[in-house]
């Protein structure tokens, strides 16, 4: 009976550390989520900074164009200086010259500001990419992480998965039975050790006749208020669990 409590106790540790590993395996998507966020975010800023300048670009090439335009208005308009007959046309070609003028005064003070701005704009551009870039790096690194922890995690789950397997098969199936109907009970924890007298399961104390023969491990006892498996565990050895 010695052996069967030795098997349903390292099975009862073999399904905490299964547990334990598919509990950080369930988290893995999660993780891997945030990461994604975070990447998209950073590539957020990044494609804002790259709109800006497109933006920028656009508005200099209509100024530019606005400009071209202006000027060939100038020039027609200066010519008309040659062709008007009365003071008064002459006035209202001096008026429209002065209006253009305004204008293309305008558009330059515009293009050159517009110029000042694009500086700006492309020189915030280039560290958003080189931010981005250096994001992009720590992003696939801890990928890569994380993906490895995963697969880890596949690995030692199957190891466990066969341990699991070859100590059911090594339990009569009254006590199989027995492990199943308690686990199910207590949210997958079946077997407890006692320390010093007390079920850390219920954490209540057994009756001292109870946790001498639970030395002496000849047979499969229960917690008398958690219906626990028992077992024996030295202090020493608790502590360094």
Known sequence: MENQVAVLVELQRAETTLKGI????NKIPAQLAELEEERKKQEGFRDEA??????????QKEKEQALVKAGDELRKTKSKQFEVKTNKEFEAVLKELEGIEKKIGSLEEGIILLFDEMEKAKSDLQASEV???????????AKRVILAKSSECDGQMTELSVIQGDLKKSLTAENLKKYEAIKGLHGGVAVAAVVKGICQGCFV???PQMNN?????????FC?????????QAPKQAEAQ
């Open 50 to 59: 790259k709109a800006l300048v497109a933006s920028l670009l656009a508005k």
């Open 224 to 232: 008398p208020r958690c219906n626990r498996i028992i077992f024996y």
């Open 131 to 141: 931010r981005y870039e250096e994001r992009l790096k720590e992003y696939e690194e």
């Open 205 to 207: 104390n057994i009756p």
């Open 213 to 221: 023969e639970l030395i002496k491990a000849k047979e499969i006892r």
């Open 22 to 25: 598919l509990g950080r395996k």
